[in-house]
């Protein structure tokens, strides 16, 4: 799932203590969901913590072995 958003608000579940930053994210989550019996039973779900945080300015890109350090396109 591609997610991409600009910082506007808190998001304590994502960003625990970050305050709103004004800045556009471009994040990629995977979400893996287990069924028994035709009901969920367990979800996992996976992002690229770097991702978010190097465009909002909170982690130095210099070293990534990652694309954080390429802003999202419009």
Partial sequence: MDHLFTHTIK???ILPGVEP???RVEAVFVVIVGFKVQKAAYEHILWDQASV???LG???PKGLPSLASVP???
Avoid: K
């Fill in 53 to 55: 945080l190097v465009p």
């Fill in 72 to 74: 999202p396109q419009s």
């Fill in 58 to 60: 909170l982690l130095d």
């Fill in 21 to 23: 930053t004004g800045r």
């Fill in 11 to 13: 998001m304590e579940h």
